[in-house]
């Protein structure tokens, strides 16, 4: 009932910009907290920003200061600007939601959900 499209990957080279738009959509109650994630070749997902719904965010140590997270409510979208751009960077980008839908709110509460991930590739 719920799906999250991620868009916004691509190759660029290092030192630029890139943004991620994420959209939630289907039988929504209410979104807890949305955030990106990421996974490098052989390496463990991580968590890159999370935004709750009260607008508080939080960012890994290594994109703070490069990296903004935001969202729009009334679309239920949340973005990821990614600025000065590093080949370490370099990682299939993974939207993430925590959604109470219009069954799990009489059910079971909060679900996670996951997008299908966008690669962002950072090589000059």
């Known amino acids: 009932q719920v799906q999250l499209v991620e868009s916004g990957g691509g190759l660029v080279q290092p030192g630029e910009s890139l943004r991620l738009s994420c959209a939630a959509s289907g039988s929504i109650f209410s979104i807890n907290t949305m955030g990106w994630y990421r996974q490098a070749p052989g390496k463990e997902r991580e968590l890159v920003a999370a935004?709750?719904?009260?607008?508080?965010?939080n960012y890994a140590d290594s994109v703070k200061g490069r990296f903004t997270i935001s969202k729009d409510n009334a679309k239920n979208t949340v973005y990821l600007q990614m600025s000065s751009l590093k080949p370490e960077d370099t990682a299939v980008y993974y939207c993430?939601?925590?959604?109470?839908?219009?069954?799990?709110?009489?059910?079971?509460?909060?679900?996670?959900?996951w997008g299908q991930g966008t690669l962002v590739t950072v090589s000059s």
């Open positions: 993430n939601a925590d959604i109470l839908t219009l069954t799990s709110y009489s059910r079971t509460g909060y679900l996670d959900f």
């Open positions: 935004i709750t719904s009260g607008g508080n965010t």
